[in-house]
Structure formats: C-alpha cells, structure tokens
C-alpha cells in the first residue's frame, strides 16, 4: 500500500512542497498503521470507513494533540478524493468525536517596559524605536 500512497501523491501535486513532503510522511505513517491494525494487502483504492474509523481510535489511543489529529484527517481526506471516495469520511470532524483547536495560549507576550527600562537603553535609535511601539 506504501507503494500506491507514494504514486498517488507524486501523480497529484497539490500544495507547496513541504505540503507534499508531510503529506507524503503522514500517508506511510498511516500504512504502517493500518498494517499494525491488521488490514493486509490493502491498496490505496481499498480505503474503506472502517479503516477510517480504525486509525481515528488508534490516533486516540496514542495521546495525540488535536491539531496534529486534525492534519492527519486532512491528509485522509485527500486520500480519498484522490482514488474517488470523498464520501466515505464524514466532512465534520465532531463526527468522529475531535475537538476544536486548543491553542496553547491567548495571552500575549508582549513586554511593556516603563521609563526607567526605556532610561537603560544606550542606544538613541533602539529607544526612539521602543517609544514608538
């Protein structure tokens, strides 16, 4: 099935080249997987919502972030678009029970500096610059 992945993704070049290249990674990984699984003799057409569903609860299984869950959906669903199933993955991620994003902050991280930082400042121009912001 590695084989088919690879061919499939060097017959569709979508997005820039790290797009491909990580695309590329997450589709073995996926093989592998599946084969850990125990789907056998698979090919990239024989993609099937029971695998779907199989790699999402081994993805659970494995601790993952919610972000790197949801580009490895991404990456599926590409998959099946390519070999002419987009149906057989639910378009919602909810579906298969993934949360939304958590960043892992919204505060900001800006410095405030006061007078007497400004006042430490040697440089005339960095300080006219930091007085600005």
Known sequence: MKYDLRHLAYRNKDGSFGTQAERLKTLTKMADHLKG?????????SLKPKHVEALVKFWRGQDLSVGTVKNRMAALRWWAEKVGKPGIIASDN??????????VTNNTKAVV???DGLDRVTDPWTRYALRLQ
């Open 37 to 45: 699984l125990g789907y056998q003799n698979m090919t990239a057409d």
């Open 94 to 103: 909810a579906f298969y029970g993934i949360a939304d994003r958590k960043y």
């Open 113 to 115: 500096l006061g007078d």
